[in-house]
Nanobody, 121 residues
Framework: QVQLVESGGGLVQAGGSLRLSCAAS????????MGWYCQAPGKRRELVAA???????NYADSVKGRFTVSRDNAKNAVYLQMNSLQPEDTAVYYC???????????????WGQGTQVTVSS
């Protein structure tokens, strides 16, 4: 069974930092784009940052200059370094990946279970 497992969320004061990690496991043939989405209460899930297999990145305007996405292809992992956190960054953060698995041999989209990030003022 293929899964994405996140870690690193928590409670931090405004101005602080957190680093989220996500590792893909299971019968994976290959992984294309990986990324992070967030969903605050009452709001839609939205893209925070994404990174291609070659390292090209894409960020939401609200996090540019504060957050950095990176990946380790050898470990099937993606990371999100979050600096200068603000209360409006409070949300559940979800890992996302486009993967080809041995079960289907098709490119499909997968989600992690989410990790809570809470920024206090």
């Amino acid at each position: 069974q293929v899964q994405l497992v996140e870690s690193g969320g928590g409670l931090v004061q405004a101005g602080g930092s957190l680093r989220l990690s996500c590792a893909a496991s299971g019968s994976i043939v290959g992984i294309n784009t990986m990324g992070w989405y967030c969903q605050a209460p009452g709001k839609r899930r939205e893209l925070v940052a994404a990174i291609s297999r070659s390292g090209s990145t894409n960020y939401a305007d609200s996090v540019k200059g504060r957050f950095t996405v990176s990946r380790d292809n050898a470990k099937n992992a993606v990371y999100l370094q979050m600096n200068s956190l603000q209360p409006e960054d409070t949300a559940v953060y979800y890992c996302n990946a486009d993967m080809v698995t041995k079960a289907t041999m098709r490119l499909e989209n997968y989600w992690g279970q989410g990790t809570q990030v809470t920024v206090s003022s």
